[in-house]
């Protein structure tokens, strides 16, 4: 969890790879549709453009898909999902319903300006039309508006690990791996 570019997705391949476990990301699954021109990738295209997210039917449906695939049945590790509290229960019924549970819910925690600054780099780097700076700054509002709110769902829980998200990419790493085997017992 955290706000966008806090480096979630790269911090989720590493962690992934650590653990032998799939990396399971919404945003490339959208990406992936988007660039094939899939119909998916139509409807998502048009509510990524605006920085809105998109609905949680659509995002509970490819992530129950994904997770049914083989390589997921000893573990992964959601890198987007879930996002509002509706796909948070959902995910519970779904591991409830296959005996499974999360073991951790990682929070990155960053400064938001230089967040930003970091994903209009990346834009221009990756060539990603979504990351404008108003689209950006949208973004962060429905982060904290609609997603945000999931923290307390997960608190509830006793599963989130807060870890300091600013620095190198191997130092978070670390960060988060040591907040794993101490907070979380992974």
């Known amino acids: ?20 476990i799939p990396e399971i990301s919404t945003g490339a699954i959208f990406r992936s549709n988007v660039a094939n021109g899939t119909e998916l990738g139509q409807i998502v295209s048009a509510i990524m453009a605006k920085g809105e997210l998109v609905p949680d039917e659509v995002t509970v449906g490819l992530v129950t898909n994904r997770l049914a695939e083989p390589d997921a049945a000893e573990g992964f590790l959601l890198d987007g999902f879930p996002r509002t509290i509706p796909q948070a229960e959902a995910l519970c019924e779904l591991l409830d319903g296959s005996n499974l549970c999360i073991d951790a819910v990682i929070s990155l925690v960053v400064d938001a300006e230089a967040v930003v600054q970091r ?3 990346r834009a221009e780097l990756e060539g990603r039309d979504d990351d404008n700076e108003e689209t950006i700054r949208r973004r962060f509002e429905v982060y904290y508006a609609e997603t945000e709110p999931l923290m307390a769902f997960f608190r509830e829980h006793g599963r989130v690990v807060e870890v300091d998200g600013m620095g190198e990419i191997a130092e978070v790493t670390a960060r988060i791996l040591a907040a794993l085997e101490s907070e979380a017992g992974v």
């Open 1 to 20: 969890m955290g706000p966008p570019g806090a480096g979630k997705g790269t911090q989720a391949k590493q962690i992934a790879s650590e653990f032998g």
């Open 119 to 121: 994903m209009l780099k």
